[in-house]
Protein backbone atom coordinates (compact mmCIF):
# COMPACT_ATOMS: atom_id res chain seq x y z
CA UNK A 1 0.00 0.00 0.00
CA UNK A 2 1.34 3.43 -0.66
CA UNK A 3 0.43 4.86 2.53
CA UNK A 4 2.74 2.49 4.23
CA UNK A 5 4.89 5.07 5.33
CA UNK A 6 2.97 7.66 6.03
CA UNK A 7 1.09 5.32 8.59
CA UNK A 8 4.60 4.17 9.81
CA UNK A 9 5.41 7.80 10.25
CA UNK A 10 2.15 8.36 12.55
CA UNK A 11 2.75 4.92 14.40
CA UNK A 12 6.05 6.54 15.23
CA UNK A 13 4.98 9.96 16.48
CA UNK A 14 2.17 8.25 18.24
CA UNK A 15 4.65 6.28 20.30
CA UNK A 16 6.81 9.18 21.09
CA UNK A 17 3.54 11.28 22.39
CA UNK A 18 3.00 8.63 24.72
CA UNK A 19 6.39 8.06 26.03
CA UNK A 20 6.58 11.90 26.41
CA UNK A 21 2.58 12.01 28.09
CA UNK A 22 4.50 9.46 30.28
CA UNK A 23 6.99 11.08 31.84
CA UNK A 24 4.39 13.97 32.94
CA UNK A 25 2.82 11.65 35.29
CA UNK A 26 4.02 11.26 38.37
CA UNK A 27 3.92 7.73 38.96
CA UNK A 28 6.29 6.45 42.03
CA UNK A 29 5.12 4.09 44.11
CA UNK A 30 8.49 3.40 45.53
CA UNK A 31 9.64 0.55 43.24
CA UNK A 32 11.85 1.44 40.40
CA UNK A 33 10.83 0.44 37.12
CA UNK A 34 7.16 -0.35 37.94
CA UNK A 35 5.56 2.39 34.98
CA UNK A 36 1.95 2.22 33.27
CA UNK A 37 4.00 1.84 29.30
CA UNK A 38 2.01 3.94 27.07
CA UNK A 39 3.96 3.59 24.60
CA UNK A 40 2.99 0.10 24.35
CA UNK A 41 -0.07 0.83 23.67
CA UNK A 42 1.23 1.45 20.07
CA UNK A 43 3.22 -1.73 19.51
CA UNK A 44 0.32 -3.83 20.59
CA UNK A 45 -2.40 -2.10 18.11
CA UNK A 46 0.85 -1.86 15.41
CA UNK A 47 0.91 -6.11 16.08
CA UNK A 48 -2.21 -6.14 15.11
CA UNK A 49 -2.27 -4.05 12.03
CA UNK A 50 0.95 -4.16 10.63
CA UNK A 51 3.20 -6.54 9.69
CA UNK A 52 5.70 -8.18 12.38
CA UNK A 53 9.00 -6.43 10.48
CA UNK A 54 7.16 -3.51 10.56
CA UNK A 55 6.23 -3.75 14.61
CA UNK A 56 9.89 -4.70 15.29
CA UNK A 57 11.33 -1.60 13.83
CA UNK A 58 8.51 0.51 15.03
CA UNK A 59 9.38 -0.58 18.59
CA UNK A 60 13.39 -0.17 18.33
CA UNK A 61 12.97 3.07 16.33
CA UNK A 62 10.31 4.21 19.19
CA UNK A 63 13.01 3.32 22.21
CA UNK A 64 15.99 4.77 20.42
CA UNK A 65 13.90 8.09 19.93
CA UNK A 66 12.25 8.16 23.28
CA UNK A 67 15.79 7.36 24.12
CA UNK A 68 17.34 10.01 23.19
CA UNK A 69 15.03 12.45 23.97
CA UNK A 70 13.69 11.82 27.31
CA UNK A 71 16.23 9.21 28.54
CA UNK A 72 19.78 8.66 28.61
CA UNK A 73 21.63 5.51 27.51
CA UNK A 74 21.20 3.33 30.63
CA UNK A 75 17.46 3.93 29.78
CA UNK A 76 17.70 2.95 25.56
CA UNK A 77 19.31 -0.57 26.93
CA UNK A 78 16.34 -1.45 29.35
CA UNK A 79 13.66 -0.28 27.07
CA UNK A 80 15.20 -2.80 24.23
CA UNK A 81 15.65 -5.59 26.57
CA UNK A 82 11.83 -5.55 27.66
CA UNK A 83 10.36 -3.71 24.73
CA UNK A 84 12.24 -7.09 22.21
CA UNK A 85 10.55 -9.59 24.71
CA UNK A 86 7.75 -8.34 25.11
CA UNK A 87 7.06 -7.96 21.43
CA UNK A 88 8.07 -11.55 21.08
CA UNK A 89 6.12 -13.07 23.20
CA UNK A 90 3.00 -11.10 22.22
CA UNK A 91 3.88 -11.96 18.45
CA UNK A 92 4.33 -15.50 19.76
CA UNK A 93 0.93 -15.96 21.87
CA UNK A 94 -1.02 -14.20 18.89
CA UNK A 95 0.75 -16.78 16.29
CA UNK A 96 -0.27 -19.85 18.57
CA UNK A 97 -3.73 -18.43 19.00
CA UNK A 98 -6.73 -18.55 21.65
CA UNK A 99 -5.61 -15.73 23.52
CA UNK A 100 -7.36 -12.19 23.28
CA UNK A 101 -6.03 -9.02 22.86
CA UNK A 102 -6.23 -9.03 26.73
CA UNK A 103 -4.27 -11.99 27.16
CA UNK A 104 -1.53 -10.70 24.59
CA UNK A 105 -0.99 -7.53 26.14
CA UNK A 106 -0.52 -9.17 29.54
CA UNK A 107 1.99 -11.22 28.09
CA UNK A 108 3.65 -8.14 26.46
CA UNK A 109 3.51 -6.43 30.32
CA UNK A 110 4.48 -8.90 32.09
CA UNK A 111 7.92 -10.13 29.63
CA UNK A 112 8.51 -6.41 29.06
CA UNK A 113 9.60 -6.56 33.10
CA UNK A 114 11.14 -9.68 32.88
CA UNK A 115 13.33 -8.29 30.31
CA UNK A 116 14.34 -5.74 32.33
CA UNK A 117 15.08 -7.37 35.63
CA UNK A 118 17.27 -9.96 33.43
CA UNK A 119 19.10 -6.49 31.85
CA UNK A 120 19.72 -4.90 35.45
CA UNK A 121 20.77 -8.06 37.01
CA UNK A 122 23.60 -8.25 34.28
CA UNK A 123 24.60 -4.45 34.26
CA UNK A 124 24.35 -4.25 38.40
CA UNK A 125 26.54 -8.01 38.02
CA UNK A 126 23.72 -9.02 41.30
CA UNK A 127 21.04 -11.63 41.75
CA UNK A 128 19.46 -9.62 44.34
CA UNK A 129 17.08 -7.58 42.33
CA UNK A 130 15.22 -11.09 41.51
CA UNK A 131 13.77 -10.48 44.56
CA UNK A 132 11.82 -7.53 42.80
CA UNK A 133 10.18 -10.72 40.79
CA UNK A 134 6.66 -11.00 42.79
CA UNK A 135 6.00 -7.04 42.56
CA UNK A 136 7.29 -6.89 38.61
CA UNK A 137 4.94 -9.97 37.66
CA UNK A 138 1.59 -8.38 38.94
CA UNK A 139 2.79 -4.83 37.93
CA UNK A 140 3.22 -5.70 34.67
CA UNK A 141 0.14 -8.01 34.49
CA UNK A 142 -2.25 -4.79 35.67
CA UNK A 143 -0.23 -2.29 33.04
CA UNK A 144 -0.59 -5.07 30.29
CA UNK A 145 -4.23 -5.54 31.10
CA UNK A 146 -4.97 -1.66 30.91
CA UNK A 147 -3.46 -1.74 27.94
CA UNK A 148 -4.87 -4.85 26.33
CA UNK A 149 -8.25 -2.55 26.69
CA UNK A 150 -7.52 0.81 25.53
CA UNK A 151 -5.97 -0.97 22.34
CA UNK A 152 -8.77 -3.18 22.28
CA UNK A 153 -10.99 0.02 22.04
CA UNK A 154 -8.93 1.96 19.65
CA UNK A 155 -8.75 -1.37 17.47
CA UNK A 156 -12.43 -1.20 17.49
CA UNK A 157 -12.76 2.29 16.35
CA UNK A 158 -9.62 1.84 13.45
CA UNK A 159 -11.74 -0.95 11.46
CA UNK A 160 -11.42 0.89 8.14
CA UNK A 161 -7.44 1.56 8.84
CA UNK A 162 -5.87 -1.24 6.73
CA UNK A 163 -2.47 -1.60 6.18
CA UNK B 1 -13.96 -8.08 25.16
CA UNK B 2 -13.74 -11.13 27.39
CA UNK B 3 -11.20 -12.93 28.48
CA UNK B 4 -10.80 -16.13 27.00
CA UNK B 5 -10.05 -19.77 28.71
CA UNK B 6 -6.50 -19.35 27.52
CA UNK B 7 -6.09 -15.95 28.68
CA UNK B 8 -7.41 -17.13 32.55
CA UNK B 9 -4.29 -19.27 32.22
CA UNK B 10 -2.33 -17.11 31.76
CA UNK B 11 -2.79 -14.88 34.37
CA UNK B 12 -3.24 -17.60 36.93
CA UNK B 13 0.24 -18.74 35.46
CA UNK B 14 1.34 -15.33 36.68
CA UNK B 15 -0.02 -15.03 40.08
CA UNK B 16 1.01 -18.39 40.63
CA UNK B 17 4.72 -17.63 39.84
CA UNK B 18 4.45 -14.33 41.59
CA UNK B 19 3.25 -15.50 44.85
CA UNK B 20 5.84 -18.63 44.79
CA UNK B 21 8.67 -16.00 44.42
CA UNK B 22 6.77 -13.51 46.99
CA UNK B 23 6.20 -16.58 49.58
CA UNK B 24 10.36 -18.05 48.59
CA UNK B 25 11.41 -14.27 49.74
CA UNK B 26 9.41 -14.33 52.96
CA UNK B 27 10.68 -17.94 53.64
CA UNK B 28 14.47 -17.22 52.74
CA UNK B 29 14.69 -13.97 53.75
CA UNK B 30 12.85 -11.77 56.38
CA UNK B 31 14.38 -11.97 59.94
CA UNK B 32 17.78 -11.52 61.24
CA UNK B 33 18.66 -8.72 58.86
CA UNK B 34 21.38 -6.60 60.66
CA UNK B 35 23.27 -4.93 58.30
CA UNK B 36 23.47 -3.44 55.05
CA UNK B 37 26.39 -3.88 52.07
CA UNK B 38 27.18 -1.71 49.96
CA UNK B 39 28.22 -2.88 46.32
CA UNK B 40 29.57 -0.63 43.63
CA UNK B 41 30.11 -2.47 40.11
CA UNK B 42 29.46 -5.52 41.95
CA UNK B 43 32.49 -5.51 44.26
CA UNK B 44 31.74 -4.83 47.71
CA UNK B 45 32.55 -1.50 48.85
CA UNK B 46 31.68 -1.82 52.39
CA UNK B 47 29.19 -3.47 55.06
CA UNK B 48 27.40 -1.15 57.86
CA UNK B 49 25.77 -1.86 60.56
CA UNK B 50 21.39 -1.09 60.54
CA UNK B 51 21.32 -0.25 64.37
CA UNK B 52 23.86 2.65 64.56
CA UNK B 53 22.61 6.11 62.43
CA UNK B 54 24.88 7.37 60.16
CA UNK B 55 25.39 8.58 56.67
CA UNK B 56 27.57 6.49 54.16
CA UNK B 57 29.35 8.25 50.93
CA UNK B 58 29.04 5.89 48.49
CA UNK B 59 31.40 6.11 45.19
CA UNK B 60 33.11 8.74 45.90
CA UNK B 61 30.44 10.45 47.03
CA UNK B 62 27.87 10.04 43.56
CA UNK B 63 25.57 8.71 46.38
CA UNK B 64 24.78 9.31 50.01
CA UNK B 65 23.30 6.47 51.87
CA UNK B 66 21.46 7.25 55.58
CA UNK B 67 21.02 4.73 58.05
CA UNK B 68 18.62 5.85 60.50
CA UNK B 69 15.99 3.81 63.25
CA UNK B 70 17.31 0.76 61.40
CA UNK B 71 16.30 1.74 58.04
CA UNK B 72 18.62 2.75 55.30
CA UNK B 73 17.70 4.78 52.65
CA UNK B 74 19.00 6.91 49.51
CA UNK B 75 18.97 10.40 50.17
CA UNK B 76 21.13 11.80 46.95
CA UNK B 77 22.23 10.75 44.16
CA UNK B 78 23.39 12.62 40.97
CA UNK B 79 21.77 10.28 38.08
CA UNK B 80 19.52 12.41 36.21
CA UNK B 81 16.43 9.92 37.05
CA UNK B 82 16.33 9.72 40.96
CA UNK B 83 14.71 6.37 41.41
CA UNK B 84 16.79 5.20 43.83
CA UNK B 85 16.27 8.44 45.64
CA UNK B 86 12.35 7.85 45.60
CA UNK B 87 12.80 4.59 46.83
CA UNK B 88 11.33 3.28 50.38
CA UNK B 89 13.37 2.87 52.86
CA UNK B 90 14.56 -0.81 52.57
CA UNK B 91 14.95 -3.08 56.55
CA UNK B 92 14.08 -6.71 55.56
CA UNK B 93 16.37 -9.23 54.49
CA UNK B 94 17.24 -9.09 50.71
CA UNK B 95 14.99 -5.92 50.24
CA UNK B 96 17.80 -3.79 48.14
CA UNK B 97 17.94 -0.14 46.46
CA UNK B 98 19.73 -0.02 43.10
CA UNK B 99 21.32 3.31 41.13
CA UNK B 100 21.40 1.96 37.93
CA UNK B 101 23.25 4.71 36.35
CA UNK B 102 25.90 4.33 39.18
CA UNK B 103 25.71 0.38 39.36
CA UNK B 104 25.06 0.88 42.85
CA UNK B 105 23.65 -1.72 44.91
CA UNK B 106 22.42 -1.45 48.66
CA UNK B 107 21.26 -4.60 50.03
CA UNK B 108 20.15 -5.55 53.68
CA UNK B 109 21.58 -8.75 55.34
CA UNK B 110 22.07 -10.56 58.39
CA UNK B 111 26.03 -10.62 58.63
CA UNK B 112 25.94 -14.75 59.49
CA UNK B 113 24.22 -15.17 56.58
CA UNK B 114 26.97 -13.31 54.29
CA UNK B 115 29.62 -15.61 55.95
CA UNK B 116 27.27 -18.89 55.08
CA UNK B 117 26.80 -17.77 51.57
CA UNK B 118 30.80 -17.24 51.25
CA UNK B 119 31.32 -20.68 52.38
CA UNK B 120 28.66 -21.99 49.81
CA UNK B 121 29.97 -20.42 47.48
Known amino acids: ?163 | MKLKKKDWILILIIVCVAGGAFLLHQVVGGKGANCVTVKVNGEIEGTYSLSEDREVSINGGTNVLQIKNGKASMVSADCPDQLCVHQKAVSMNHENIICLPNKVVVEVESSEESEFDAVTN
Open chain 1, 1 to 163: MKNRVAYFGVFTALALIFSYVETLIPFHIGIPGVKLGLANLIIVIALYKMSLKETYLLSVVRVVLSGFIFGNYFSIIYSLAGGLLSLTAMALLRKKGGFSILGISIAGGVCHNIGQLVTAMIVVETFSVIYYVPVLLIAGLVTGLLIGIAADGMLKRLVNIIF
